[in-house]
Each structure stands twice: as C-alpha cells, then as structure tokens.
C-alpha cells in the first residue's frame, strides 16, 4: 500500500475511533440525565404525597374536645339547629352537631356573627368547621351531656361538604319510670316519647297560652307534659284538626324536667325555642311505638274528658271545665306579691294551711237556707229578706285560716262551701256532734274544724283591699291543678319547695294520701 493510502487509511480510523468515543460519550450522557430524571420524578412526587398527607389534617373528634385548644377541626352534620331573640336585630343560632362516631356538643353562634353565617348553616347539612372558643358547659339548662360547649369567633370557618356518611339526629328518650323516681340529671334537657292519655287543662290567652296533659310511656308509666305558646298551639290544632286516627303519639325533644317536690310528682315541658314537637308523624320511631302500644295492650283514656270533645272549647274556651272555670281570667301570685297587693284583684296562688286563726268571729254563723245570708235567728221558723221561709237557721262555716308558702304567709277567708268539702261534714253536723260531747256554746270551736291544718291546695282567691282581706273563691286538692298553678307562678322554683310533710295522711283527701293511691 502507497504511503498516500497509509496516510488517508489512518485518518479515517483516527476520525471513526474519535467519533466512535464521541458517540458512545453523548450515549452515557444522555441515559444518565434520562437516570437521573427518572429519580427526580418519583422522589419529589413521593415528598409531595408525604408532604400532602402531613398537611390533610385528620378532623378533632367531639368527645376529645377538653378546652386545651381551640384550633379544632370538626367534620360534623348539624341534628338540630334554632334561633333566639328579635329575627335581624339580636337573634343567635344554636345548634347541635354531631361527629362519625355519633358524638354530639352544643354550639352557639351569636348576633355579632350570625350575619355572616346564617345564610350557610342548615339542619341535617354536613360542614367542615374550624376555630372556635370552648367554654364551658355549665348553663341552668343544658341540651348535651358534653362537658363544653362551642362558640363562634372571627376566624371560625364553616365550608359545607358532603359527608354522607355522618350520622343522622338520634333521639334519646328517657323513661318516664326514671323522671318519676328522679333518675335523671338535673338541667339536662332530654327527648321523650309517648301516647296522650287525656288532656287536663287547656287555656288561650294574650298573656300566656298552655295545655297539659297526661303521657305514657310503653310500660304504662304516666308522666304530666306543660306545653307553652306556639307548642301549645300547635298540639290544640291537630286536636281540632284530626279525625278518629286512633292514639296520639309524640316525640317533644330537648324538654325540660321539673324535677318532684314534696306531694307534687315530677312533669316535663318544652323548652323555650329548642324543643321541637312531632304528632303522629311519620317517622320510624312513632310508628314503632304505636305498633308496640298495640302489642303490649297499653290502655289509653280519651284524650278529652267527656263533654270536653268540642273543637271550640279548645280554640276558644267557650265552654269551661272545672279546671278552666278555676283558672280563667287570673294570674298566679306568690303569697309574698298577695301581701303587697293595694287593690282589688282576683289572682291563684298554692299554699299549705298552717294554722286557724280566731278573731270576733265564730267559726260559722246562722243563715238562710235558700241565699246564705246572715240571720239573728238561733232556732225557730223566719222569713228571711230574700222571701224564702225557713223552719229552721242553718249553720254555715266562716273560718280566717294562715295559709304559708315557703318563709311568707297570709290570712284567708274560707267560706261554707270550701270548709264542708275540706272538712267532710256540714257545719250543722260537726255542731250537733259538739254539743253531744257537752259544748253546747256555739262559739266553741269544734275540734273537726282542724282537720283543715295540714291541707296543700291550690286556691282562688278575691283580695279586698276596702276590708284588708283574701276571700277564698275556689280551692282544690287535685295534684294536676296544683302543679299547673306552680308552673303559672313567677317564682315557680320557690313555690315548688312547699313543705307538705306535716300533712295527717290519715285523711285520705290529703295530696299525700291521693298520691298513694295513683
């Protein structure tokens, strides 16, 4: 081969083996950085799912709410939701939530933050909340058991999500058997369920508006239910409305406990705006319980004592019952606020009878057998004023009694017909029985006349302030009266506190002896 051939022979290998270095060179580079891109990638995105996990906070759970921090995240459905106060001006939301593991607080939002929130918060909806002041749960009614409560402040967050599988409102009825005997939490607002068993007192008016009735539960426990205002009324609408649908079942949430005191057994009522009332509604839980009033053979009263089935007695009142007639027309006073009254008023109060109080008068008087007026007459026939001729005066009671409630007390008049029904016996009879056992002085009392010590009555009285005097007009024994004229008084809890335990249970019209036999 010529050097020439040599030389171009060289070159070319010398090039081939540069390039082929060169080549195999940008091959290496190039699956490095492929390599390396391949690594980048899956590690920054496992960082980031790392990254993403750590800042997807897992929501707080209620029942590990302590008041240790207030940076909560909730997600939770909203059972029950309310507003009190004046609509647009200071109105507050309360509300109930409840958490995956059916855990449930009280919430409030109130006026100042209300308006950015109102338009958000919907009952049975789910959110995602954050932010709140925990405060503790310790008001005179309190509607969970949760030891705190939640307020709304200017950085709580509220973002509607749906979170379906949260659970719904669960109802926690109480026994009546339990509210009877004073097993239950005192404050503690509570759910029941039961069938109307008779409507005892109803009454419509501007100044207040209520119904009570009887309750029982499926083991024939009764239990007395107040309903005020709107509740009141919507209860007397479906009585006024309903056909013959058989029992009336009803679920009233969030109701109060009065709790017993003395002879007065323990009752429910609605709460102020909380509660809610359902009537023989389709829901599971009032069309079990009817089916199981049934299977257990539960008797239920009419709903309406008889002569009371009118619609309009219940709308209007038109037609009074005895318990109406007692109650039309008056407001209930303590016998402090009776002492205190300057004019003439007719007003119903509750009070023990402590003690027979004498004065210039007899314990009764001679009197016209016809008008009950007053006579000189001891024996022999008269004509009185009124035109009736009577063979004979009969004697009819006038007796001053100290009627007591809690520290404070007041003077009544009883008069014949409320002391012959407390007593048992006429005047005539209990003197004739006096006189056999050698008292032949009218003026004497008779020992009969202190059968009236010891008496819990609910009373009706006219206040005289001319004769600086309270003339009994009604009173009553019954234990449904007596607690609806409680529940009327200002001072409900003071007048609950009467002291009924030296009442002589061996008369059996005293509230003790009847509370026995119920």
Not at 340 to 361: A, F, L, R, Y
Request: a negative charge; glycine letters at 6%; charged letters at 25%.
């Amino acid at each position: 081969m010529c050097r020439l051939s040599l030389c171009w022979y060289s070159i070319f290998c010398k090039q081939n083996f540069v390039g082929f270095i060169f080549g195999g060179f940008h091959l290496f580079v190039d699956g490095y950085i492929a390599f390396a891109w391949f690594w980048i990638y899956h590690i920054f995105h496992l960082e980031l799912a790392v990254l993403s996990n750590f800042m997807a906070r897992i929501p707080d759970k209620i029942k590990s709410i302590d008041g240790s921090r207030e940076t909560l995240k909730l997600a939770v459905r909203i059972t029950d939701l309310w507003f009190v106060g004046t609509p647009n001006k200071f109105e507050q939301a309360e509300m109930v939530i409840v958490d995956s593991e059916g855990d449930q607080i009280h919430v409030v939002c109130k006026a100042d933050h209300l308006k950015s929130w109102k338009a958000d918060l919907k009952e049975n909806s789910t959110y995602v909340m954050h932010n709140f002041k925990v405060v503790k749960n310790d008001g005179q009614f309190r509607v969970c058991e949760h030891e705190y409560k939640l307020a709304f402040i200017g950085v709580t967050i509220v973002r509607e999500v749906d979170l379906h599988e949260l659970p719904f409102k669960e109802f926690r009825f109480v026994e009546f058997g339990n509210v009877v005997a004073g097993n239950f939490v005192v404050g503690l607002l509570v759910d029941i369920i039961g069938v109307v068993d008779q409507v005892l007192f109803q009454h419509v008016s501007s100044k207040n508006t209520r119904v009570v009735f009887r309750m029982k539960d499926l083991s024939g426990e009764v239990l007395s239910c107040t309903l005020w205002e709107n509740y009141c009324m919507q209860f007397l609408a479906y009585l006024n409305e309903r056909g013959n649908d058989g029992p009336i079942v009803i679920i009233l949430t969030h109701a109060r406990i009065k709790d017993a005191q003395g002879s007065y057994l323990a009752s429910v009522s609605n709460s102020f705006k909380a509660s809610k009332l359902l009537i023989n509604e389709p829901i599971l839980e009032i069309q079990e319980f009817r089916e199981r009033l049934l299977d257990l053979g539960v008797k239920v009263s009419p709903v309406l004592p008889p002569g009371d089935q009118g619609s309009s007695q219940l709308s209007r009142g038109s037609q009074l019952s005895s318990k109406d007639a007692f109650l039309s027309k008056v407001e209930a006073k303590t016998i402090y606020e009776i002492n205190g009254i300057s004019e003439d008023v007719v007003c119903v109060t509750v009070g023990t009878i402590s003690k027979i109080v004498m004065n210039n008068h007899s314990w009764c008087y001679p009197a016209c057998v016809q008008c009950h007026r007053k006579t000189d007459i001891q024996t022999g026939p008269f004509t009185c004023g009124c035109g009736k001729n009577n063979d004979q005066p009969v004697l009819r009671y006038r007796v001053e009694v100290m009627v007591s409630q809690n520290n404070d007390s007041s003077k009544f008049l009883l008069w014949d017909r409320e002391c012959a029904e407390l007593i048992g016996q006429t005047a005539d009879e209990v003197n004739r029985v006096k006189i056999e056992d050698g008292d032949v002085d009218l003026n004497a009392s008779p020992q009969a006349v202190d059968r009236l010590l010891g008496y819990v009555l609910a009373f009706k009285v006219r206040i005289q302030s001319k004769f600086r005097n309270v003339v009994v007009l009604r009173c009553s024994n019954e234990l449904d009266l007596i607690n609806v004229v409680l529940d009327m008084l200002a001072d409900t809890e003071a007048c609950s506190k009467i002291d009924a335990s030296n009442v002589d249970c061996n008369n059996a019209t005293h509230p003790e002896c009847l509370q026995d036999s119920l």
